[in-house]
Protein backbone atom coordinates (compact mmCIF):
# COMPACT_ATOMS: atom_id res chain seq x y z
CA UNK A 1 0.00 0.00 0.00
CA UNK A 2 3.37 2.36 0.65
CA UNK A 3 4.50 2.19 -1.77
CA UNK A 4 1.67 2.14 -4.53
CA UNK A 5 0.70 5.48 -2.90
CA UNK A 6 -2.08 4.76 -1.03
CA UNK A 7 -0.59 5.91 1.79
CA UNK A 8 -3.74 6.70 4.26
CA UNK A 9 -4.85 2.71 3.55
CA UNK A 10 -1.34 1.70 4.65
CA UNK A 11 -1.07 4.02 8.06
CA UNK A 12 -4.75 2.40 8.88
CA UNK A 13 -3.18 -1.42 8.28
CA UNK A 14 -0.29 -0.31 10.45
CA UNK A 15 -2.47 1.13 13.19
CA UNK A 16 -4.29 -1.95 13.21
CA UNK A 17 -1.18 -4.48 12.97
CA UNK A 18 0.47 -2.56 16.52
CA UNK A 19 -2.73 -3.35 18.03
CA UNK A 20 -2.47 -7.13 17.43
CA UNK A 21 1.34 -7.82 17.13
CA UNK A 22 2.28 -7.19 20.46
CA UNK A 23 -1.03 -9.61 21.33
CA UNK A 24 0.40 -12.34 18.85
CA UNK A 25 3.89 -11.97 19.56
CA UNK A 26 4.32 -10.68 22.72
CA UNK A 27 5.68 -6.88 23.56
CA UNK A 28 8.48 -5.08 22.20
CA UNK A 29 9.22 -7.93 19.51
CA UNK A 30 10.75 -8.17 16.57
CA UNK A 31 7.76 -8.11 13.96
CA UNK A 32 6.42 -5.07 16.59
CA UNK A 33 10.03 -3.37 15.50
CA UNK A 34 9.45 -3.76 11.92
CA UNK A 35 5.63 -2.68 12.45
CA UNK A 36 6.81 0.75 14.36
CA UNK A 37 9.27 1.45 11.45
CA UNK A 38 6.98 0.92 8.76
CA UNK A 39 4.59 2.74 10.90
CA UNK A 40 7.53 5.47 10.47
CA UNK A 41 7.99 5.56 6.81
CA UNK A 42 4.20 6.02 5.83
CA UNK A 43 3.91 9.19 8.49
CA UNK A 44 6.85 10.67 7.21
CA UNK A 45 5.46 10.38 3.50
CA UNK A 46 2.34 11.88 4.77
CA UNK A 47 3.78 14.83 6.08
CA UNK A 48 3.56 13.70 9.41
CA UNK A 49 6.94 13.92 10.46
CA UNK A 50 6.50 14.27 14.50
CA UNK A 51 4.43 11.31 15.14
CA UNK A 52 7.22 9.26 12.22
CA UNK A 53 9.66 10.40 14.81
CA UNK A 54 8.14 8.27 17.69
CA UNK A 55 7.67 5.53 15.54
CA UNK A 56 11.26 5.68 14.35
CA UNK A 57 12.40 5.73 17.94
CA UNK A 58 10.00 3.35 18.94
CA UNK A 59 11.52 0.63 16.72
CA UNK A 60 15.45 1.83 17.37
CA UNK A 61 14.83 0.37 21.11
CA UNK A 62 12.90 -2.20 19.97
CA UNK A 63 15.75 -3.30 17.82
CA UNK A 64 18.55 -2.70 20.21
CA UNK A 65 17.14 -4.68 22.32
CA UNK A 66 16.16 -7.66 20.18
CA UNK A 67 18.93 -7.78 17.75
CA UNK A 68 21.76 -5.96 19.58
CA UNK A 69 23.40 -2.45 19.17
CA UNK A 70 25.12 -3.74 15.70
CA UNK A 71 22.46 -4.41 13.67
CA UNK A 72 21.80 -3.03 10.15
CA UNK A 73 17.96 -2.22 11.25
CA UNK A 74 19.47 -0.17 13.95
CA UNK A 75 21.06 2.00 11.86
CA UNK A 76 18.21 2.40 9.44
CA UNK A 77 16.12 3.43 12.07
CA UNK A 78 18.96 5.74 14.06
CA UNK A 79 19.25 7.24 10.43
CA UNK A 80 15.66 7.93 9.89
CA UNK A 81 15.12 9.25 12.96
CA UNK A 82 17.97 11.72 12.42
CA UNK A 83 16.54 13.23 9.56
CA UNK A 84 13.44 13.48 10.66
CA UNK A 85 14.99 15.81 13.40
CA UNK A 86 17.01 17.65 10.99
CA UNK A 87 14.01 17.99 8.89
CA UNK A 88 12.23 19.75 11.68
CA UNK A 89 15.02 21.60 12.80
CA UNK A 90 14.75 20.16 16.00
CA UNK A 91 17.55 18.49 18.73
CA UNK A 92 20.94 19.00 16.95
CA UNK A 93 22.85 17.22 18.97
CA UNK A 94 19.99 14.20 19.57
CA UNK A 95 20.24 13.79 15.09
CA UNK A 96 24.07 14.07 15.00
CA UNK A 97 24.31 11.24 17.58
CA UNK A 98 22.00 8.99 15.61
CA UNK A 99 23.71 9.60 12.26
CA UNK A 100 27.22 8.77 13.87
CA UNK A 101 25.27 5.37 15.09
CA UNK A 102 23.83 4.71 11.78
CA UNK A 103 27.43 5.03 10.15
CA UNK A 104 29.08 3.76 12.90
CA UNK A 105 27.02 0.44 11.94
CA UNK A 106 27.36 0.64 8.31
CA UNK A 107 30.82 0.94 8.43
CA UNK A 108 30.97 -2.04 10.47
CA UNK A 109 28.70 -4.44 8.58
CA UNK A 110 28.95 -2.80 4.95
CA UNK A 111 32.97 -2.00 4.38
CA UNK A 112 34.28 1.75 3.41
CA UNK A 113 32.36 1.73 0.42
CA UNK A 114 29.32 0.75 1.02
CA UNK A 115 26.19 2.50 -0.29
CA UNK A 116 25.12 2.88 3.20
CA UNK A 117 28.25 4.50 4.30
CA UNK A 118 27.68 7.13 1.78
CA UNK A 119 24.06 7.73 2.44
CA UNK A 120 24.45 7.83 6.06
CA UNK A 121 28.05 9.62 5.75
CA UNK A 122 26.66 12.41 3.37
CA UNK A 123 22.92 13.07 5.46
CA UNK A 124 25.98 13.25 8.75
CA UNK A 125 28.07 15.20 6.62
CA UNK A 126 24.94 17.61 5.68
CA UNK A 127 23.76 18.20 9.11
CA UNK A 128 27.24 19.30 10.52
CA UNK A 129 27.21 22.02 7.83
CA UNK A 130 24.11 23.13 8.88
CA UNK A 131 24.80 23.62 12.39
CA UNK A 132 28.00 25.73 11.40
CA UNK A 133 30.28 23.17 11.44
CA UNK A 134 31.79 22.97 8.11
CA UNK A 135 35.21 21.67 8.93
CA UNK A 136 33.87 18.62 11.05
CA UNK A 137 31.15 17.97 7.73
CA UNK A 138 34.20 18.17 5.42
CA UNK A 139 36.35 15.42 7.90
CA UNK A 140 33.19 13.17 7.40
CA UNK A 141 33.19 13.60 3.50
CA UNK A 142 36.62 12.36 3.01
CA UNK A 143 35.99 9.67 5.34
CA UNK A 144 32.92 8.36 3.40
CA UNK A 145 33.76 9.36 0.46
CA UNK A 146 34.08 5.66 -1.72
CA UNK A 147 35.69 5.27 -5.23
CA UNK A 148 33.15 6.67 -7.05
CA UNK A 149 34.38 10.54 -7.55
CA UNK A 150 30.66 10.98 -9.39
CA UNK A 151 28.99 9.82 -6.71
CA UNK A 152 25.62 11.99 -6.54
CA UNK A 153 24.52 11.42 -2.96
CA UNK A 154 28.39 12.30 -1.90
CA UNK A 155 29.04 14.99 -4.41
CA UNK A 156 25.74 16.59 -3.43
CA UNK A 157 26.04 16.93 0.16
CA UNK A 158 29.83 18.42 -0.89
CA UNK A 159 28.01 21.02 -2.48
CA UNK A 160 25.71 22.10 0.26
CA UNK A 161 28.89 21.51 2.64
CA UNK A 162 30.56 24.29 0.44
CA UNK A 163 27.72 26.42 0.21
CA UNK A 164 27.30 26.52 3.71
CA UNK A 165 30.85 26.48 4.84
CA UNK A 166 30.52 30.18 2.44
CA UNK A 167 32.86 28.96 -0.71
CA UNK A 168 30.98 31.12 -2.82
CA UNK A 169 32.69 34.11 -1.08
CA UNK A 170 36.27 34.55 -2.27
CA UNK A 171 37.97 35.60 0.64
CA UNK A 172 41.02 34.43 2.62
CA UNK A 173 40.44 30.48 3.71
CA UNK A 174 42.02 28.14 5.72
CA UNK A 175 43.83 24.91 4.27
CA UNK A 176 40.99 22.77 4.73
CA UNK A 177 38.18 24.98 3.41
CA UNK A 178 40.12 25.76 0.71
CA UNK A 179 40.23 21.77 0.26
CA UNK A 180 36.51 21.58 -0.02
CA UNK A 181 35.87 24.38 -1.71
CA UNK A 182 38.32 22.67 -4.55
CA UNK A 183 36.62 19.80 -4.08
CA UNK A 184 33.14 21.30 -5.07
CA UNK A 185 34.41 23.13 -7.57
CA UNK A 186 35.91 19.73 -9.69
CA UNK A 187 31.93 18.70 -9.09
CA UNK A 188 31.34 16.96 -12.65
CA UNK A 189 28.43 19.24 -14.00
CA UNK A 190 25.17 18.21 -13.21
CA UNK A 191 26.52 17.63 -9.34
CA UNK A 192 23.09 19.06 -6.90
CA UNK A 193 22.81 20.35 -3.83
CA UNK A 194 21.79 17.42 -1.40
CA UNK A 195 18.03 17.97 -0.20
CA UNK A 196 16.12 15.26 1.82
CA UNK A 197 17.70 11.71 0.84
CA UNK A 198 14.41 9.95 2.23
CA UNK A 199 13.90 6.84 4.44
CA UNK A 200 16.01 4.14 4.81
CA UNK A 201 13.95 1.03 3.55
Not at 74 to 79: E, L, M, P, Q
Request: aromatic share 6%.
Amino acid sequence: LRESGRLEDAWNEARILLERVPAAFGARSSPEAVIEMSAGLVLSRMGRKREAYEHYRNSLEIFRERLGADHINVARNAYNAAEILRELGEAPEEAEALYREALRIAQARGGADSALVRRFGAALAVHLGLVGRPEQAWIVLQEVRGSDPADARWSGALTAVSGAAGCAVEASRPGWMADLCAAAEAIPAGGKPLGGSGPAD
